[in-house]
């Protein structure tokens, strides 16, 4: 492993682009070819720039969608999938001015979609919703091939980089593990017999959950793999009050193969609340987003091993997620804009009241 120093030199990044825009984002992802990247509006468009230079060029964005775009994702050969907060879920390519839609399923979950990931080998889609449920559709034409419940919302679902399992966290902080070993891309969807698929373990997050004077704060909000899928890490708040939510950023690292919670990192203080997205990097270190009350936010870069980030920045405001470009020297993050204000309360010069919005910037590391 790479020391705290060496980390540091290699893949601090400097700003390259701020990517201003009027509208509010969930989420920008690069593309597989790392030629667009594509940011998920809570206009219900899908907005897109040219990430093939220096410039980033904005382009005319995608409609489709009825809620707020919560996540997209993408498969090799061109194609996007999309999910928002009505529970629709969308798959068109995302090149080109016209929408070509490949499928379309309005109702794919009961309400909000929070959750969306796409196997390793591109063929099923996961989503996991406030419904309960997590389920898995048919890259090619958006059938469903496994459907599963918990008890509480899920905010995160996650392949295993083998592809033989999928893992959903949720409210109250339990992480299930389904076996996939009956599941394809082709045919129905399996009989269940009678019988609720099961998981076949649950990993506990419990201490990103409290109840709250009669409110459920927290939960299993966001989940990643490392490489070789012998790490599992759990993002979300170790809750302190609820209300205007108050408590530590933190990450539980899950060894895989006992299950148990081996480290606990907490990336922030009380204000910074959440984590709202989490990568691990090819070498070996975790990628955050933190967010929390407003006008707080940071991005952390951390090895689960060392008592301390070797980078992070309180710059970017309440960020809500990050991507890295593919060929590993870019990173997009989603922030919110200077002075936001949950009520409304900020005048702009005109003695109006200006919404809030989502720049975004593009770092380039080391």
Not at 78 to 96: E, F
Not at 291 to 319: I, W, Y
Request: net charge negative; with cysteine.
């Amino acid at each position: 492993m790479a020391d705290t120093s060496q980390l540091a030199a290699r893949f601090t990044p400097k700003d390259l682009k701020n990517l201003p825009n009027t509208r509010q984002m969930s989420a920008a992802r690069f593309t597989p070819c790392g030629k667009y990247l594509i940011a998920a509006g809570q206009d219900a468009l899908l907005h897109r720039w040219d990430a093939q230079g220096d410039a980033f060029t904005e382009l005319p964005p995608l409609a489709g969608h009825n809620g707020w775009i919560q996540d997209v994702v993408f498969e090799a050969t061109g194609a996007m999938i999309s999910a928002d907060s009505w529970g629709g879920l969308r798959c068109a390519p995302y090149a080109g001015d016209a929408v070509e839609l490949l499928w379309s399923n309005p109702v794919a979950h009961d309400g909000w979609i929070r959750s969306l990931t796409i196997s390793p080998d591109g063929t099923l889609v996961a989503t996991g919703g406030t419904d309960g449920h997590v389920r898995l559709w048919s890259r090619t034409d958006g059938s469903r091939r496994f459907d599963a419940q918990h008890a509480d919302p899920v905010f995160s679902v996650a392949f295993h980089p083998n592809g033989k399992s999928l893992v959903s966290g949720d409210l109250k902080g339990n992480v299930h593990q389904w076996d996939l070993s009956a599941v394809t891309a082709a045919g129905p969807m399996p009989e269940p017999g009678g019988v609720a698929p099961q998981p076949a373990r649950t990993l506990s997050a419990a201490p990103l959950y409290a109840l709250n004077r009669l409110q459920d704060v927290g939960g299993a909000r966001v989940l990643a793999f490392n490489a070789d899928g012998t790490k599992l890490a759990c993002g979300g708040t170790k809750p302190s009050v609820g209300g205007n939510v108050q408590g530590l950023p933190t990450v539980l690292v899950f060894d895989w193969a006992s299950g148990t919670a081996e480290n606990t990192l907490e990336l922030g203080d009380g204000g910074d609340v959440y984590i709202t997205d989490l990568r691990y990097h090819a070498e070996g270190f975790l990628m955050a987003t933190v967010s929390g009350n407003p006008g707080v936010g940071k991005l952390v870069f951390r090895h689960p091993e060392d008592k301390q980030a070797f980078f992070e920045t309180k710059k970017m405001p309440n960020c809500h997620s990050l991507s890295l470009h593919p060929q590993g020297n870019r990173l997009a993050v989603v922030a919110t804009n200077a002075n936001s204000n949950g009520n409304g309360r900020v005048k702009g010069n005109a003695g109006d009241y200006p919404g809030n919005w989502s720049p975004i910037f593009v770092l380039q590391l080391g």
